[in-house]
């Protein structure tokens, strides 16, 4: 076996239980050993000391505690601190630190690369390589809270880095459900933001889980026709019905359902896009988050003008909708999703010889 099989990090109580039992030990071990890599994080086996000296011997000798390395990490003038971390078979994903006055931010990936193909995301123009694991995921948060030093302040998780989290669920809502648990990472779910395309039957899925996150939707356009132009996912999992799909969701304390809207200079910013947008959320408990593009040269779209972001604000806040515009954090360090990995992939094609990055 690999030394990947036998990394204990990621697994839930359950799979924990298994382990130890296989060990010939009671199962309340095993909730001992969920408390050391969820809640304390201690990736030594010789350190966690309420386990008996031969246990801890003996799982140094058949398994690991390991998180996923980062292998390049930049800081931002404005404190913005980017991940590119290289996982056991080479895939590559980021992770986002943004601090802010009076919260911190942590934006993972689950999926190396991303099916999608959103005409204006980098990941998706980069292609895609597999789905990550729960213990890549949750590794993401542990290694940046690592970093950071404990303060009063909460930790916000957004799902909102590299991938597609609804087509990848199994791994993505186990790690949520470890970082949600009051007994492992203790975010409170009101903490915790997934943003998708709207999978249907995963987001019904989601909606149905004890315990679920703040739902962020990638909506993009107000009609399918636009739509579709933008987000190949649409033939699939139609507007209307995401839409009906994210009013159902019970969001965790009465929160909003967010909607999320990259602004695209003379595509999708215009007045009537905003009064369609407003017909398509009318009723809707929604927050609307209008983020303008963040501009790459492998994106074939220009970033909206400031006076079209202000109208388009307007009328939606005057149809009484909550509106936020995202203020583009790092750009100087290429924070904006795939930007860094994809830097880390075009490295080789600066040789006249190399091959271009392979779109799978
Ligand atoms: N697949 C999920 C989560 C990852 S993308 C989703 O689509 O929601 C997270 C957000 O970043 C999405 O709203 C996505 O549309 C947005 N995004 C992608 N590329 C962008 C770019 N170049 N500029 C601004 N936002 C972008």
Known sequence: ??????????????????????????????????????????????????????????????????????TDRQLSYDGTRKYLFRLADGATVESVYIPEQRRRTICISTQAGCPLKCAFCLTGIAGYTRNLKAGEILGQVATVMAEEPPREMAWNIVVMGMGEPLLNYEATVGALRILMDPDAFSVAPRKLTLSTVGILPALDRLAAEPVRPNLAISLHAPTAELRRRLMPIEEKYGIEEVVAAARRYPIPRGGLVTYEYVLLRGVNDAPEHAHALVRLLKGSRAKLNLIPLNPAPAIPFEPPTEEAVDG??????????????????GQDILAACGQLHLKERLRPLQGPSSPAPQAS
């Open 1 to 70: 076996m690999t030394a990947a099989a036998h990394n204990l990090f990621g697994l839930d109580l359950r799979g924990l239980e298994e382990v130890v039992s296989g060990l010939g030990e009671p199962a309340f071990r095993a909730r001992q050993l969920y408390a050391w890599l969820y809640r304390r994080r201690v990736r030594d086996f010789a350190a966690m000391s309420n386990l008996s000296k031969p246990l801890r011997e003996r799982l140094a000798e058949q398994y690991v505690v390991v998180w996923p390395e980062w």
């Open 312 to 329: 388009f604000c307007r009328i939606l806040s005057a149809a009484h909708f909550t509106v936020s515009v995202r203020r583009s954090r």
